[in-house]
């Protein structure tokens, strides 16, 4: 007669208290775990990890390398009409309302008070900077030449500070005498080419009437090659109150500057545009526009023109 297997029961675990099954988790010392793995299970798993991030990271830099070989840092693969930025130029203005603002182009401040343009007049300290002081991006400031006396071959053009006149840090912008200087600049577009408006004949309709007589009166064929700007009141009020402007050094961008191809040591060119008497503590709303065949204009969408309120006190 076979032997009778002895039953076998299911012993349930010593109850713990909370503490005490804590501590055991911790370290138990019977099975020699530590956060319930023993050494070796905590080996492998770190082994495991280790390897995986290894791979992840070289893979992330071999796609890298793989990527940086296909980019040139200098020169945009996708150009105009292929790149998210076009072919159409926009027109921005300087000095910027304060950041806390970042959605207004208001320029408000009272004439008779330091402090208060005070904001304004270093703003533009801060972005004039670099073109009172070009060997600061070029080095030594070797590449820069006067594009007015020697054509710029491989070099870059010189954006000279000492032609602003009224509109410079040393006169404060103007902003005391109650007519401010705001400086234009055109968005860099690699590559872009304008067009430009040097037949008197060919000005389109909506251009102004007194940048067509200045065109007109324009006899340099080099001068001529420009990208004009205009600034105008926007509405009947606007034009009654924006008083007589004046546009330091010249009445655009000239085209020597053009094409920006990234050279080192480039600076856009600027125009200062001087509102000489603007009625004081009336808003002015006022849109300035770039003027070439292939600059196309549209309030909406700010291309070819920028908007900004001027209003003095």
Known sequence: MAEKKAEQFYTPPPKLGKWEGFRIFIWNSETHQFLGRTGASWGKILLFYVIFYCGLIGFFVAMMVVFYQTIDMKIPKWQQDKSVIGNNPGLGFRPMPPESNVESTLIWYRANDEQNYKYWTEELDKF??????????????????????????????????????????????????????????????????????????????????????????????????????????????????????????????????????????????????????????????????AWAHNVRHDRAERRGSVHFELMVD
């Open 128 to 289: 004039l900077e670099v073109y009172k002081h070009p060997g600061s991006v070029s080095g030594e400031g070797k590449n820069i030449v006067d594009c007015d006396k020697t054509d710029p071959g491989d070099k870059v053009c010189y954006v000279d500070p000492k032609e602003w006149s009224y509109c410079s840090s040393e006169n404060h912008y103007s902003y005391h005498r109650s007519a401010p200087c705001i400086f234009l600049k055109l968005n860099k577009i690699y590559g872009w080419v304008p067009e430009y408006y040097n037949d008197s004949d060919s000005l389109p309709g909506k251009m102004p009437k007194d940048l067509k007589d200045h065109i007109k009166d324009t006899t340099d064929p080099r001068e001529r090659n420009t990208v004009w700007v205009s600034c105008e009141g926007e509405n009947p009020a606007d034009v009654e109150n924006i008083g007589p402007i004046q546009y330091i050094p010249r009445r655009g961008f000239p085209g020597y500057f053009f094409p920006f191809t990234n050279k080192e040591g480039y600076l856009s060119p600027l125009v200062a545009v001087w509102f000489e008497r603007p009625k004081t503590g009336v808003l002015i709303n006022i849109e300035c526009k």
